[in-house]
């Protein structure tokens, strides 16, 4: 499931609605993404997402399926914030449910990974009044190549 | 569209900018028609440049840009075809 | 932090609480274990976690200790339930928090893969009527191995 | 202790069993005082093996059993002392 929003989000609620009623999912891995105090030498004030709305739907369900193909899963969240954020804020949550906690793990990392490199959000930071936007990581490509040359382990 | 169309010649086209493409440009989309010999992204990028100072400015280092046809990931010598949505944005930073 | 107790636990109290006034915190990585019904043939009506009270709490806090020496986290969280469960009830919630993904996830796989080789709890599923203690898979042993001779990538 | 001990003779020693090993012990703890030449892990499980038809089934096969002395793993050579809490119990199986 896919939700692109400008609300803040229910982790107890979202993870608890994702494995409900479902008799073989013994596995939830998840992972929540918040808004850091960490600009530099200044102090971080806001951050605004912006997003490219229809095409962020759009990359994250492929992302959804791509994931579902690649691991014996049972489900799969992603919920993603736009707009203003403050520091501590909620992000980002991707989860992964399964019969296997080494597929829920691997999926989930997946999950974020492709997601810092293809889902087209872009992060505006004030810092001591000025706005900047925010430079990409090459880390997050390093991140994301790994997915296209290893075999997930636990099909 | 109300205005005829040689599709050989002049190509109609929604351009998008986001993050700071958009701040350059000054505008976060518009309808253009570049000349029929613009058929890729690559030269759809290197005419919009010539269009005013700001594009200019967005569109110096077009190797660093990324760009969407009808919200897919697209490369610089991707096709471009009357009608096509294509957004240009500097690289992705959510999560 | 460390918890082995009989009551159920709030996940999203729980995370919440883990990052809350943390401003370098951008990553919580989790994973909840459920008891899943998959018995086999017949069908899971209950499952009681027995302990070794003072081991389990002992074994947990080194594993906490060694997680925080291995990867730059904040924190590490280990919540385990023990006494009677019933198909789809939380067992388990371990989570690490970090100014770094990487680190979150990687410490939150290995804990997992820790505890299910050293935290002394025990399984004994009801099944048609009938009592079996879980054994323990193989596979649990050769996750837990993979920690031994890897290198943390993200330290 | 009310009883005098010989210690090189006598080890008094806490034993607590877990899951299956309890099931068949029949008694999740008992103070057991092994003679003197039970001093490691293994001899203690062959001497408790001794004991009853039930520890008998209990230790049959010892390599699957795992131990802990004053709640830390311990090997089958590890040696034992006077006062000791030594836990035996299968592989585990939480999370």
């Known amino acids: 499931m896919i939700k692109v929003q400008a609300e803040d989000f229910d982790v107890g609620a979202e993870l608890a609605a994702l494995s409900r009623g479902r008799a073989e999912v013994g596995a939830v891995a998840s992972f929540i993404g918040l808004v850091r105090d960490v600009a530099g030498p200044g102090e971080l004030s806001a951050m605004t997402l912006e997003h490219y709305p229809g095409m962020t739907e759009r990359q994250l369900e492929q992302l959804e399926g791509e994931a579902l193909d690649r691991w014996p899963l049972d489900k799969v969240l992603i919920i993603h914030r736009y707009g203003r954020l403050l520091p501590g804020d909620q992000i980002v949550l991707c989860a992964a449910t399964s019969s296997h906690r080494e597929a829920a793990f691997e999926a989930c990392a997946f999950l974020m990974d492709w997601l810092k490199t293809k889902a087209p959000f872009w992060k505006l930071e004030e810092v001591d009044g000025k706005s900047n936007w925010v430079a990409a990581r090459q880390d997050d490509d390093a991140a994301a190549a790994r997915w296209q040359t290893d075999t997930p382990k636990s099909k | ?95």
Chains 1, 3 share one sequence.
């Open chain 2, 1 to 95: 569209m109300n205005q005829p169309v040689n599709r050989a010649i002049n190509r109609p086209l929604k351009v998008l900018y986001f993050a700071w493409l958009r701040d350059r440009v000054g505008r976060s989309e518009e309808d253009v028609q570049p000349p029929g010999n613009v058929t890729t992204v690559g030269e759809l990028m290197a005419w919009l440049a010539r269009q005013s100072d700001g594009h200019g400015e967005a569109f110096k280092d077009p190797a660093i840009i990324r760009c969407a046809i009808n919200q897919d990931y697209a490369k610089a010598d991707a096709a471009i075809s009357a009608g096509d949505e294509v957004a240009f944005f500097p690289p992705v930073t959510g999560g």
